[in-house]
Nanobody, 122 residues
């Protein structure tokens, strides 16, 4: 079992930056790939970014490429999502997830955090 807790969300203006953190406990975080997903009101949960166990491979949704950066520090059992040049359409609840494979599919992840709200005003 892996427990995940997100933090770092908040209310910002368009163009601002935020860094989300995902603190893991339980089994070794380094055993799992990590992903970030987001869900806006009335919409499905969408893929944002993913990173492999060792951090050497990353994948991004087209909508965030060049603006968001996913990273991890296995020594600290923590993953991150650096979000720059935020837009109002980035407003959503952001979830981190852990799973066996690096994937853009939510179904590939076994463990999820409770989510953190990100609101970007225009």
């Amino acid at each position: 079992q892996v427990q995940l807790v997100e933090s770092g969300g908040g209310l910002v203006q368009a163009g601002d930056s935020l860094r989300l953190s995902c603190a893991a406990s339980g089994r070794a975080f380094s055993n799992y790939a990590m992903g970030w997903f987001r869900q806006a009101p009335g919409k499905e949960r969408d893929f944002v970014a993913a990173i492999s166990r060792g951090g050497t491979y990353t994948n991004y949704a087209d909508s965030v490429k060049g603006r968001f950066t996913i990273s991890r520090d296995n020594a600290k059992n923590t993953g991150y999502l650096q979000m720059n040049s935020l837009k109002p359409e980035d407003t959503a609840v952001y979830y981190c997830a852990a799973g066996a494979v690096t994937s853009a599919k939510a179904g590939q992840y076994n463990y999820w955090g409770q989510g953190t709200q990100v609101t970007v005003s225009s």
